[in-house]
């Protein structure tokens, strides 16, 4: 018997950012997010000439190229060594909290620790805003808390860090993401020192909207502010370019917001507050992950 796949229609035909993709990568998309192979989380692999069959394609000629076009557009990631998909959209048309489900969420998680582990860290990122999305209050259970807690078993019982624990990640975002990462954020990692400058404040992560030189000028501005300070900061900054609330420019906006500050009236908006739940979080994941490889290589 076969399973049921849904299709949102507004978010796959009307979408924006479906207006650039021709009819062959359309056909594509839909056979990746309802083929057989396909699976909870929508990463899986396929064996691509079964799937230029059951397309009507041929393997080398067409459905390669398109495939390659698709992880061009950010619509998926294709590894051709393991033939791994990863469908970046799955959870446009897929509920993230029925795969964190009770009945599912140990498939679930077997099915994430069998991708590609390059796509780990930015897997559970996303999955992660998208549960932090679809969070409610009233709920007792919390699928987050439930993956974080999964993936702390790779530890070893290290224990959980507090609140304001800036996690030590040995990789940097770039300050411009091609591929339209979702988790929306930059790490500056300095090459030189100045006498504000301290191994903590190369932790700050800066909106990734910011251009270089809006960057510089930012950094310049909060050297003098303590670092958890600046970090709100940058949340509150995160959530108003979210928003469009920034009329004139960045520096301009963190011009008025330091004055602010220093008459002890900024406080974080609630965007900008889950802003900073959920980086806490995902560094949090991306530690656990760190260490889960180091105690593997050990």
């Given at each position: 018997?076969?399973?049921?796949?849904t299709?949102?229609?507004k978010?796959?035909?009307?979408?924006?950012?479906?207006?650039g993709?021709?009819?062959?990568d359309?056909f594509a998309?839909?056979?990746?997010?309802t083929?057989p192979a396909?699976?909870?989380?929508?990463?899986?692999?396929i064996?691509?000439?079964?799937?230029?069959?059951?397309?009507g394609?041929d393997?080398?000629?067409?459905?390669l190229?398109v495939?390659?076009?698709?992880?061009?557009?950010?619509?998926?990631k294709?590894?051709s060594e393991?033939?791994?998909?990863?469908?970046?959209?799955?959870?446009?048309?897929?509920?993230?909290?029925?795969?964190?489900?009770?009945?599912?969420?140990?498939?679930t998680?077997?099915?994430?620790r069998?991708?590609?582990?390059?796509?780990?860290?930015?897997?559970?990122?996303?999955l992660?805003?998208?549960?932090?999305?679809y969070q409610?209050?009233?709920?007792?259970?919390?699928p987050?808390?439930?993956?974080i807690?999964?993936?702390?078993?790779?530890?070893?019982k290290?224990?959980?860090p507090p609140?304001?624990?800036?996690a030590?990640?040995?990789?940097?975002?770039p300050i411009d993401?091609?591929d339209?990462?979702s988790?929306?954020?930059?790490?500056?990692?300095?090459?030189t020192?100045?006498?504000?400058t301290?191994?903590e404040?190369n932790?700050?992560?800066?909106p990734s909207?910011?251009?270089?030189?809006e960057?510089?000028?930012?950094?310049?501005?909060?050297?003098?502010?303590?670092?958890?300070?600046?970090?709100?900061?940058?949340?509150?900054?995160e959530?108003?370019?979210?928003?469009?609330?920034?009329?004139?420019?960045?520096?301009q906006w963190?011009?008025?917001v330091?004055?602010?500050?220093?008459q002890?009236?900024?406080k974080?908006?609630?965007?900008?507050?889950?802003?900073k739940?959920?980086?806490?979080?995902?560094?949090?994941?991306?530690n656990?992950?760190?260490n889960?490889?180091?105690?593997?290589?050990?």
């Open positions: 018997m076969g399973r049921q796949r299709i949102n229609d978010k796959f035909w009307s979408s924006p950012k479906m207006a993709c021709t009819i062959e359309r998309l839909l056979y990746l997010l083929c396909s699976n909870i989380i929508g990463s899986y692999a064996i691509p000439r079964i799937a230029a069959a059951e397309i394609w393997t080398e000629s067409q459905l190229p495939l390659r076009r698709l992880s061009d557009s950010g619509f998926i294709y590894d393991t033939s791994f998909v990863w469908v970046c959209i799955w959870w446009e048309h897929h509920h993230p909290k029925v795969a964190m489900g009770p009945m599912l969420v140990k498939k998680i077997k099915q994430i069998e991708m590609p582990s390059s796509w780990f860290s930015e897997y559970l990122k996303d992660l805003k998208q549960l932090q999305e409610d209050p009233k709920e007792g259970r919390d987050s808390k439930i993956l807690e999964e993936f702390e078993l790779q530890k070893e290290t224990p959980p609140p304001n624990h800036r030590s990640i040995p990789y940097h975002y993401t091609a339209g990462n988790n929306n954020i930059s790490k500056i990692n300095h090459t020192t100045n006498k504000h301290t191994p404040r932790l700050l992560i800066f909207k910011l251009k270089t030189s960057l510089t000028q930012i950094e310049r501005h909060l050297e003098e502010i303590p670092f958890s300070d600046a970090q709100d900061i940058l949340d509150e900054m959530a108003a370019l979210a928003h469009s609330k920034i009329e004139r420019s960045p520096t963190l011009i008025g330091l004055k602010k500050y220093e002890g009236l900024f974080l908006t609630p965007a900008a507050v889950g802003i739940r959920e980086r806490i979080q995902l560094q949090y994941v991306e656990l992950y760190i889960g490889l180091q105690n593997q290589n050990t």
